[in-house]
């Protein structure tokens, strides 16, 4: 069985209250010792979680309005993703989806259990299920459509009348 260790360095939160925008950013360090490996791999990587909601959130696509929104006070966005340390730059690694009820811890803590895995090679265990952020719609109503009159065209040849035998070749 492989051998993964985690460490966090440092974890920024910033928590200011109902619909107000929640940040997360915290750093890791790991090492990974290969099955029949003498010696284990360090690495770094760093979680990012930012999540925006009401007002601040809509402000973010350019709507001046919040009437404008059909839910505006539903309204959110959100980015929770892991970061993986190259030597010389950060490379997005996974990005984590589910619903946008989860806290910041949780949404960190399966960021881990994610990279563990991917790391590792070996499953979570658990497929992580979160419903769909609002209900969604239902379909539009169909109206009947009436068919449409078919036209058959008239199969006998018309005479030119032209006089021109310019055409008479094709």
């Known amino acids: 069985m492989p051998d993964y260790k985690r460490r966090c360095l440092y974890r920024i939160k910033t928590d200011n209250g109902p619909g107000q925008p929640d940040m997360l950013e915290s750093l890791w360090a790991y090492s990974f010792t ?4 003498s010696s ?14 009401g007002e601040d959130a809509y402000k973010l696509f350019g709507v001046s309005d919040p009437a404008e929104i059909e839910a505006a006070e539903e309204f959110f966005s959100m980015q929770a993703y892991l970061e993986k340390w190259t030597g010389d730059k950060w490379a997005q690694c996974l990005d984590w989806m589910g619903s ?3 806290s910041t811890d949780k949404i960190e803590s ?6 563990q895995s ?3 090679g070996m499953p979570i ?4 299920i979160s419903p769909p952020p609002f209900m969604p719609r239902t379909p539009p109503k169909t109206s009947k459509k009436t068919p449409k009159a078919v036209i058959t065209p008239d199969k006998t040849p018309k005479k030119d009348d ?3 035998g310019d055409f008479d070749w094709i």
Do not use: C, H, K, V
């Not at 290969?34 to 490996?37: D, F, I, L, P, S």
């Not at 284990?40 to 909601?53: A, D, E, V």
């Not at 399966?110 to 990279?115: G, I, K, P, S």
């Open 34 to 37: 290969y099955t029949g490996a």
């Open 118 to 120: 991917f790391i590792t």
């Open 100 to 102: 946008p009820d989860e």
């Open 40 to 53: 284990s791999t360090p690495g770094r990587y760093r979680i990012r979680i930012t999540r925006f909601l």
């Open 162 to 164: 032209s006089g021109g």
């Open 125 to 128: 265990g658990d497929t992580i």
């Open 110 to 115: 399966d960021l881990n259990e994610m990279y």
